[in-house]
Every structure is written in structure tokens, then in C-alpha cells.
């Protein structure tokens, strides 16, 4: 049994950490206060920040391979600790091929953490309609989904949503409400407070937005600015509501939304931003495969 240490990992697909004073960068312009606050700057490059419980640093997301990092790859080395692009030779977008679902197979972060006897959950809700596209071959499992797969977890659900106990992808379920009235809008600070509530009674919550990289693959500067506002306000719901154990995690795969001026990734590094006592573990990481071993560390024994 693992101890009454809390981690909350949220995934933010698509962040790099840009130059600040660019105006193609939307982290130079998005009202962040509650970001500001906590770090005395934007989320852009520039001086490692370690304060107590606080760590703010850049980490290499192109893994000593050859390109620009895509998803498949990067997603399955921040979840697993094992250098998927080393292991396929290439950087590979999209969603996992056969031997990185053996990888996550066998090194799901929330497999690791449940062998250890912890408790792990993945915190975002599934539609009925994602499994029919899934069943009907029209769709394909995302990194995150098959580390749950690998874990052997329930999946959450729409119930789960409307009861509080899930958070859905765009953190604000916009998108849902086109396809299922029933599912009330969300505040992004109230799915901040929902999501830290998840971690309550686990060990490992694991959440993924993927709203930033959509944005920037359309280069919408517009679009940006808002969502960076709603994520500001999710990130201080889960920090002002998580317990004094807990420590949140933000990382992402690969950068692209900070760098406007192309709608393809960048091979900027990516931001680790901890907030708790993890922050204290994670000093000495230098690439996204560090990101899962450091967490494992810390929650055990």
C-alpha cells in the first residue's frame, strides 16, 4: 500500500516554452493572473524557478532523435519513462503504432503506480459514441487510453461527469454540449475543484487536455487567448483545493501552441511545472521520459 502521498498529473498537449516578447507567442499575451502569481512571470523560457515547493523548468521533448517530436512518441515516453523515439528510430505522430502499445503495455504510468498497490485513476470522461467509433474501427486509442487499458481501470463516463467526478478534455465540456445537452457547462474553476477532489482518494489522477495543440495546429491567436484565460482559472481551482499532500504535475509532449507564426510542433522544450512537495523530486529532470520515474519515486513507500 502506497503512502498517503497525492500527485495530480495534467497533461497539456501541445506547450512549449517560447521566447517571451513575441508577439506569435499567445503566453506573452494571455491574462494569466493567477499564473503570474505563482510564477512572477509568464509561461515562457527563461530562468529555472525552484522556490520551496515550487519548480518551473524547460525539459527536452525531441529525446536525442533526429525532427520535430510528435505526439504517438512523445505521449508514450511522458507516460511510460522509456524513449519511444529512440525505440522506433523516428518521431511518430498521431496515436501509438504496435510497439509502443506493447510499451505501454508494459510501462503504463498508472500500471506502475496500481502494481505498486497505489491507486490510480484516469480523471477525463468517454462518451458512449468514442467506443462506437473505436468498435467500428473509425477510431483509434490516444496514449493516455491505453495506459488505462494497461492498468486494467474503469473508464469515467458521462454520469460520472454530471456528478462532479470527471473532467472532460476542453475542461469546460463546450464541445460536449454539442453532441449532449444533458451535460451541464462547466466554469473552468469548478473543473479545477472537480479534479482535485478526484485526487482525494488516489494516489495518481492523470488528466489530459488537448485543446492548446488543436489551437495551434490552426494558428488562432484569438482562440488561444481564451483558453489560456479558462486554463489559468483551472489551474488555480485544482491548486486552491487540493490537499496539503498533494502535489500537481503539468508537462506536455511537445510545443506548438506558444509558436503562432506555424501551425506544426516546435522543438522547443516543454514546461515541468510542479506545484507540492513532488516539486522537491523533480530537480534534476532533464526530459519528458523523466517525467514518469520521478513520479513512481516519490508515491513509493
Known sequence: MLSAKRVIFIFLDGIGLGPGGNMTNPFCQASMPNLMNLLGRPLIEGPVIQEGDLLLNGIDACLDVDGIP?????????????????????????????????????????????????????????????????????????????CVLAAQLNFRTLDDLRRGQAVYWDITNEHLLHQDTSVPANSAIRAGQHLAHISHDHNLVLYECFVPDLIGHRKDLGKALKFLEQLDAFLHGVIETMEPQTSILISSDHGNLEDLSTGAHTCNPVPLLVVGPLAHHCRRLNSIMDVTPAIVSFLEP
Open 70 to 146: 510528435q505526439s504517438a512518441t512523445g505521449q508514450t515516453s511522458l507516460f511510460t519513462g522509456q524513449n519511444a523515439s529512440k525505440i522506433l528510430g523516428y518521431h511518430l505522430p498521431a496515436f501509438p503504432n504496435e510497439p509502443l502499445i506493447q510499451v505501454i503495455d508494459n510501462y503504463s504510468i498508472l500500471k506502475q503506480v496500481t502494481d505498486l498497490g497505489g491507486k490510480a485513476t484516469f480523471a477525463n470522461a468517454y462518451t458512449p459514441h468514442y467506443f462506437e467509433l473505436v468498435e467500428r474501427g473509425e477510431r483509434m486509442h490516444s496514449a493516455t487510453t491505453l
